[in-house]
């Protein structure tokens, strides 16, 4: 169980005003999506929220204590990160690059063990890249490399998910397997907290939503209530008409009458 918490945050934006401070509290069992326009600081803020980049002002907690205040080998071992930029520098295999998500509990001599190598073939098997174990990672396309990403957060068995557009590059079906593998996390226990363009991912599968304002204002809560439709149309400066699917609101951008639809069609 991790509960992060952000007192009085501003996140870190050259030349941006501080914009108003954000005080969260994300607790075991609930799935966040953070929302905004290109450039409101979503991946700025996940990164604060992991300790990799610090704040402007204000501060994270995690389970109570300051994030700085833990060691990062306890912060590695519960916190998972999926972010969107990947370095593959050396040719490890997909096996290899999953095992990586064991390595906060190993010590620096130890290798992995029978048990590290299940939990990495498990959660390969989760994400549907267990074929590909043998494969050098830089041989992967987009959406195979980013299920092996998601592959290596899970062998972590985290308490908490920093996820920064966790569908990048997947196919419809990968995305509804990748959200509905998030929420079990959630529902086990796990703090999940996700970047999203997707507004349709977030309004089926997110219980909390923050919206960010490009200006640093922002918005959260309960994600019933954040779905407002004229507060995502200032969001996204986009006028949206929305229906709904199964229950769950879906949003789609409102036509224009300049647009080329072919309503015979
Ligand atoms: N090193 C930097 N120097 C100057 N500006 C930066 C730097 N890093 C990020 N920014 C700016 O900070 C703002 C927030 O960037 P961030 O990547 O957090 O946004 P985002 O909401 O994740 O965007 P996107 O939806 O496009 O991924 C952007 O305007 C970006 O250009």
């Known amino acids: ?10 996140i870190d934006i050259p030349g941006r005003a501080d914009g108003r401070p954000l005080s969260l509290c994300l607790a075991p069992g609930q799935r966040w999506g953070i929302l905004g326009p290109n450039g409101a600081g979503k991946t700025t803020l996940l990164h604060t929220l992991a300790g990799l980049q610090p704040p402007r002002a204000g501060r994270v907690y995690l389970d109570g204590a300051p994030l700085a205040s833990h ?9 998972a990160l999926v972010f969107q930029e990947r370095q593959d520098g050396f040719p490890a295999t997909v096996l290899e690059t999953a095992l990586i998500g064991r390595h906060p509990f190993l010590a620096p001599w130890q290798r992995e063990g ?5 939990l990495a073939r498990e959660a390969l098997a989760a994400l549907a890249v267990d ?7 830089t041989t992967l396309s987009g959406g195979e490399r980013q299920r092996v990403a998601i592959a290596t957060a899970l062998t972590q068995t985290p308490a908490l998910w920093l996820a ?19 929420a079990d996390q959630a529902r086990r226990g796990a703090t999940v907290v996700m970047g999203l363009h997707d507004l349709n991912l977030a309004a089926r ?14 918005c959260a809560g309960p994600a019933e209530v954040m779905l407002e439709p004229r507060a995502l149309e200032r969001l996204y400066g986009q006028p949206l008409t929305m229906t709904r699917v199964g229950g769950a609101p879906v ?8 647009d080329p639809v072919d309503h015979d069609r």
């Open 1 to 10: 169980m991790a509960t992060l918490e952000t007192r009085n945050l501003v």
């Open 71 to 79: 060691k990062r080998k306890a912060v590695a071992r519960c916190l």
């Open 114 to 118: 029978a048990e590290d190598l299940r």
């Open 131 to 137: 074929h590909l174990a043998d494969r050098l990672v």
């Open 164 to 182: 920064d557009e966790p569908t990048n590059h997947l196919d419809l079906h990968h995305q509804v397997a990748v959200m509905r593998l998030l």
């Open 205 to 218: 599968w997110c219980d909390h939503l923050l919206l960010l304002f490009p200006d640093g204002q922002h």
């Open 251 to 258: 949003f789609v951008p409102t036509p224009d009458p300049g």
